[in-house]
C-alpha cells in the first residue's frame, strides 16, 4: 500500500484510514482460499474489530473469534453470528455470559474445563466445547509473540493429556503463529499431529488458530491449499478452522499525522507529530516494528543528522515515544503530512489514551472515492476512560 498523496493533502488531523478496495481485495483471497481447501476462515477480533466495516466482511465469511465477553458480544450483537471463543482466564461471573455469545467454547487448561465446563453448558447446550493444545513449537521469534515458548501459559501439551478426553470436548484449538508463512505452518503442522493425532479420532473439529499472513504478497496460498487438503484426506470427520487477524486488514490503510515542531538535540533532528508510538501505534515500540512512512526513505539513526533526515518523535510524555530514523524528499515543516503504512490491523485495536492526547479518528475510503468518518473521538471519550 503507497498512500495517495493527492487524496490526503487536505486531511489537517490525525486519522486512521481504511480504503475498502485493499479491504475487499484481502477478504476475496482468504474467501477463495477458504473455498479451494475446504475449510472455515474467521475473523479474530484481537487485531481487527471495526465493527462498522462488518456489513463488508459479512459478504466474505460467516464467522469470527473471541477472547473475552465484549468481543463475544460484539460478535453477536454486531456481526450477527455467535463466536467461536477462547480465553485463558474465564471466570464465574462472566461464564454464563460468555457461553450465550458463544458457538465455540475452548478452554485452556483441564482446571479451567473443571471448573466452567458445566455452568456453560447449561447456559448454552448447543455449544461446542474444545482444549487447548500446545505442541511445544513455534517459529516465532519475537518472545513477546510466541504461544508455544518455555513457560508459556497457553494450553495443555501432550504429556498432560488423558487418553480418553473429558466429556463434552469436541475439538482442539492451537495457536503457533505470527505473521508466519505457509511453509512454518506445514512443520508446524507434522509437530501437531505428532503429539496430538491419537487424539483425533475423539474430535469434530480442529482450530489452527491465527498468524497465517496469507494476504502477504510472497505468501504460498497454494502450498496452504494442498496442506489442508491433505490434512482433510487423512481426518475427513475434522472441520478445520483458521483464525487470522493480521490477515484480514493487512495493508489496508494507513495513520495519516501532520508535523507540529522540529527539534534537534546532539545533532539529531526529531520530527514532532500530532500522534503517538506508544498511543496510538504501540507494536512499533513493543515488537519492536519499524513502520513504513509513505514517501520516505528509512535509514540508520546515525544518519539523522544528514540533510532532510529525521527521527520521528510522538506527543506524549513518555521520553521514549519516539523510532527513526528517515529521509524525506524535503525539509520537514509544521504542516506537512507524515503517512504511517499498514496502521489499520491490531494498531486499531491496541490504542490508548495516555495524557489525554487527541486520538486519531478512524476513516473508510469507499469504492466512489468519498471517505467516511467511521468514529471521532472527543473530550468526552477520554473522560469517560477515567470513570
Known amino acids: 500500500m503507497d498512500a495517495n498523496p493527492v487524496f490526503y493533502k487536505?486531511?489537517?488531523?490525525?486519522?486512521?484510514?481504511?480504503?475498502e478496495k485493499l479491504l475487499r481485495a484481502n477478504l476475496s483471497l482468504i474467501a477463495e482460499v477458504a473455498r479451494r481447501a475446504g475449510i472455515e476462515i474467521i475473523l479474530a477480533f484481537k487485531a481487527f474489530a471495526l465493527w462498522k466495516t462488518f456489513p463488508v466482511f459479512r459478504e466474505y465469511i460467516h464467522s469470527t473469534t473471541a477472547s473475552s465477553l465484549n468481543e463475544a458480544r460484539?460478535?453477536?450483537?454486531?456481526?450477527?453470528?455467535?463466536?467461536?471463543?477462547?480465553?485463558?482466564?474465564?471466570?464465574?461471573?462472566?461464564?454464563?455470559?460468555?457461553?450465550?455469545?458463544?458457538?465455540?467454547?475452548?478452554?485452556?487448561?483441564?482446571?479451567?474445563?473443571?471448573?466452567?465446563?458445566?455452568?456453560?453448558?447449561?447456559?448454552?447446550?448447543?455449544?461446542?466445547?474444545?482444549?487447548?493444545?500446545?505442541?511445544?513449537?513455534?517459529?516465532?521469534?519475537?518472545?513477546?509473540?510466541?504461544?508455544?515458548?518455555?513457560?508459556?501459559?497457553?494450553?495443555?501439551?501432550?504429556?498432560?493429556?488423558?487418553?480418553?478426553?473429558?466429556?463434552?470436548?469436541?475439538g482442539f484449538h492451537c495457536h503457533c503463529h505470527c505473521e508466519s508463512g505457509a511453509d512454518a505452518f506445514q512443520r508446524t503442522l507434522e509437530h501437531i499431529e505428532g503429539k496430538f493425532g491419537r487424539w483425533f479420532p475423539q474430535l469434530k473439529w480442529i482450530n489452527f488458530g491465527g498468524g497465517h499472513l496469507m494476504t502477504r504478497k510472497g505468501y504460498d496460498t497454494d502450498l496452504l491449499v494442498s496442506m489442508m487438503k491433505d490434512f482433510r484426506l487423512r481426518h475427513p470427520h475434522l472441520k478445520v478452522v483458521l483464525e487470522p487477524g493480521s490477515a484480514f486488514a493487512w495493508q489496508t490503510g494507513g495513520l495519516v499525522?501532520?508535523?507540529?515542531?522540529?527539534v534537534e538535540d546532539h545533532g539529531v533532528k526529531t520530527a514532532i507529530l500530532n500522534v503517538s508510538f506508544t498511543c496510538h501505534m504501540p507494536d512499533c515500540l513493543e515488537m519492536p516494528y519499524m513502520p513504513k512512512v509513505s514517501g520516505a526513505e528509512e535509514v540508520a539513526l546515525e544518519e539523522a543528522s544528514s540533510e532532510n533526515t529525521y527521527r520521528l518523535g510522538g506527543n506524549s510524555c513518555l521520553s521514549g515515544d519516539f523510532m527513526g530514523a528517515w529521509?524525506?524528499?524535503?525539509?520537514?515543516?509544521?504542516?506537512?503530512?507524515?503517512?504511517?503504512?499498514?496502521m489499520i490491523h491490531y494498531t486499531t485495536v491496541k490504542t490508548?489514551?495516555?495524557?489525554?492526547?487527541?486520538?486519531?479518528a478512524?476513516?473508510?475510503?469507499?469504492?466512489?472515492?468519498?471517505?467516511?468518518?467511521?468514529?471521532?473521538?472527543?473530550?468526552?471519550?477520554?473522560k469517560k476512560r477515567m470513570d
Open 10 to 19: 487536505d486531511i489537517e488531523t490525525p486519522i486512521y484510514i481504511i480504503e
Open 74 to 170: 460484539l460478535a453477536s450483537e454486531e456481526f450477527g453470528a455467535p463466536a467461536h471463543t477462547f480465553s485463558p482466564a474465564y471466570t464465574g461471573g462472566e461464564i454464563e455470559q460468555i457461553a450465550c455469545y458463544s458457538s465455540h467454547l475452548t478452554f485452556n487448561s483441564l482446571t479451567q474445563y473443571a471448573g466452567y465446563y458445566g455452568k456453560a453448558k447449561r447456559a448454552n447446550p448447543a455449544l461446542s466445547f474444545g482444549l487447548r493444545i500446545n505442541p511445544e513449537y513455534s517459529e516465532v521469534d519475537t518472545m513477546l509473540y510466541n504461544p508455544c515458548a518455555p513457560g508459556t501459559r497457553f494450553g495443555i501439551t501432550a504429556d498432560k493429556m488423558p487418553g480418553e478426553l473429558p466429556e463434552g470436548i469436541e
Open 257 to 262: 499525522s501532520q508535523v507540529v515542531d522540529v
Open 327 to 342: 529521509r524525506f524528499p524535503h525539509a520537514l515543516e509544521p504542516g506537512d503530512l507524515v503517512v504511517f503504512e499498514d
Open 352 to 360: 490508548n489514551m495516555f495524557n489525554g492526547i487527541t486520538h486519531p
Open 362 to 382: 478512524i476513516g473508510m475510503l469507499r469504492l466512489d472515492g468519498k471517505l467516511e468518518i467511521l468514529r471521532d473521538f472527543t473530550y468526552e471519550d477520554y
